[in-house]
């Protein structure tokens, strides 16, 4: 008996030795290849592709715009064109560029929870090109005193023609398919006019003053970059981007575009 017990008593101490806790591997991560989902504003990757838009020869001359004089009241100088900006340094603005091959199948891009803002000021649209994914909501304010209406021309969206009667008043607008360009106009104010690409994912850059562009978070590959201005027509390039690093894409337009 005395043996028994001792035999006992060396198992339950040998068994206790393991601490206690539970040794259960835990469960592996779900991998988004394989049902799981990438969150929303998440990169796919940390590649870039950058350059600047050129005009080649010699800059467009800007128009004086011919406002009605409620308009020309909320500027200090006689407001210009738009559609061809040219600067000093040869770069050119308002050029909307975007991937539009390349990107991995099976994914999906959430619209950014944030509206697009597009304002009504000085009678111009501000942005005068802008880009959103499908779906995003887009603001669409009234910083003058006076009325303008908002009539957007798609081709394979459902348009509307509506009012901001007051400074401060808002519309909030979405297209849910997918189209480059779609064209915005003012009935009040003819001469008004935007252009929105609207895309189902978030890879696309508006050219700045200097012509400058920046495409982010793109993985890996090799892509097809399409850029568009509203005078000079659209250019596509091909470019190869390795993980991590920067690709660049230059493009030149010119009057004969």
Known sequence: MRLTALLVAFLLLATGCG???????????????????????????????TGTISFAGDAPARTPVRMKPECMDEHDSTPLSESALVSESGGLKSVFVHVTMGLPDGYSYPAP??????????????????????????????????????????????????????????????????????????DVHSWMQAYIGVLDHPYFSVSDADGSFSIEGLPAGDYTIDAWHEEFGSQQMQVTVGDGEAATADFSFSASS
């Open 19 to 49: 601490g206690g806790g539970d040794t259960t591997a835990p469960a592996p991560e779900p991998d988004a290849d394989e049902g799981g989902t990438v969150e929303e504003g998440t990169a796919m990757g940390a590649a870039s592709i």
């Open 113 to 186: 929870s944030e509206p697009a803002i597009l304002d009504q000021e000085g009678c111009q649209y501000v942005p005068h090109v802008m880009g959103v994914q499908a779906g995003q909501t887009i603001r669409i304010e009234n910083s003058d005193p006076f009325q303008h209406n908002i009539h957007p021309v798609p081709e394979k969206n459902r348009g509307f023609n509506e009012s901001t009667p007051n400074e401060g008043d808002y519309l909030e607008k979405r297209f849910l398919v997918p189209e480059v360009m779609v064209s915005v106009k003012c």
